[in-house]
């Protein structure tokens, strides 16, 4: 590493890449196509835990899928090691032999009439494991928190707690040695009790594994205690990222400081966002977040000198790189300002 300035994870080349990755959902009964995912660049390098968060709807579930493979790009596209991923049905099964994804809700990925041990091994199976089938899934059970492994091997998914049935699928996912894990709201669906369980198993595995993980949340506690990184999303853009401490406690996009400011322990009152819920079908021109923005609301965009480039000039697409950054007129002028007032 030759520059003191350069962060452990930038300057490495990225595991997963995804270059101005554009997805639109075809509108019913003639309305407007919905561009879910409208412009995101974003990389994950070996060993980083970025969070993706923002409100339901803002196109996270879309942009993960992508990335195994499971909602193809209208544009843009998603490189893994280096490499585009593949379209054929044989390379895109060898691709997810390397990115597993573990979803929200244990119930409905595991199949009430498989045992533990069969939900774990299915996996194993589809790609045609050679070795040790039943030291491969104690293994994967154990470093998934289950213990002792062949206690679990007979249970059905009914006889196993919400707790449990998530290091299931955890084990399930983790037992094909992957690189990079894509957890879509892990732990949305458990009780408070368990969610910090599972939070401490995730980060464990990347500690003893080495793994990368992109966690899907809108849940800014929860990317605070696990990642090093947050991309915070609006109607199909990342609109600021950076390390997860920088951005959640000196937020520069308003849209995050909302976020932030509703949280229970946030200091002042909650920023109440004016205007219609996002609507990926009706993207506003100008910055997508102007109508909603309460720091345009105040007035305080027109004292910067920005407000009309907010109704009118897009933003554009952060880089996917790692630095901090973020897609706002008012925070890049006021950041001018503050640059160029003399140091006292
Ligand atoms: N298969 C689909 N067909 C049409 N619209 C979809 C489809 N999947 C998602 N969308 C729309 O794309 C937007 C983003 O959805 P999603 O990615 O699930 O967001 P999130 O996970 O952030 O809640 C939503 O407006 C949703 O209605
Ligand atoms: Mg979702």
Request: glycine content about 10%.
């Amino acid at each position: 590493m030759t520059s003191a300035t350069t962060s452990t994870t930038t300057g490495t080349p990225a595991l997963l890449s995804v270059a101005d990755l554009r997805i639109a959902f075809p509108g019913r009964n003639g309305a407007p196509p919905a561009r879910a995912v409208d412009g995101v660049d974003l990389d994950i390098r070996p060993g980083e835990i970025v969070a993706l968060v923002g409100e339901s709807g803002c196109g996270k579930t879309t942009l993960a899928r992508s990335l195994l493979g499971l909602v193809p790009p209208t544009a843009g596209r998603v490189l893994f090691d280096g490499t585009p991923l593949a379209t054929s049905a044989r390379a895109l099964k060898a691709y997810r032999k390397r990115v597993q994804l573990v979803l929200q809700d244990p119930s409905g990925s595991l199949n009430p009439r498989h045992t533990v041990y069969d939900a774990v091994a299915e996996g194993l199976r589809i790609h045609g494991h050679g070795g040790d089938e039943r030291a491969a899934v104690a293994g994967a059970l154990a470093r998934a928190g289950l213990r002792p492994p062949e206690r679990f091997f007979l249970r059905y998914p009914h006889e196993l707690s919400g707790g449990q049935r998530q290091r299931v699928v955890i084990a399930g996912a983790l037992v094909l040695e992957p690189e990079l894990l894509v957890a879509d709201e892990p732990v949305a669906s458990l009780d408070a009790s368990v969610r910090g369980e599972i939070l401490a198993l995730l980060l464990r595995l990347r500690t003893e594994l080495g793994l990368s993980a992109l966690v899907v949340t809108h849940d800014l506690g929860l990317a605070w205690n696990i990642a090093d990184r947050v991309a915070v999303m609006y109607l199909g853009r990342i609109v600021e990222t950076g390390e997860v401490e920088q951005v959640l406690t000196a937020p520069r996009h308003p849209y995050t400081r909302a976020l932030l400011s509703v949280l229970p322990e946030a200091p002042g009152a909650p920023v109440v966002l004016t205007g219609e819920p996002p609507d990926p079908s009706r993207i506003p021109g100008g910055c997508r977040f102007h109508a909603r923005c309460q720091i345009l609301a105040s007035g305080e965009a027109e004292r910067a000198g920005v407000a009309t480039a907010c109704r009118t000039q897009d933003p554009g697409v952060l880089s996917g790189d790692g630095t901090a950054q973020v897609a706002c007129h008012w925070a890049h002028a006021v950041a001018g300002t503050e640059a160029a007032t003399p140091a006292p």
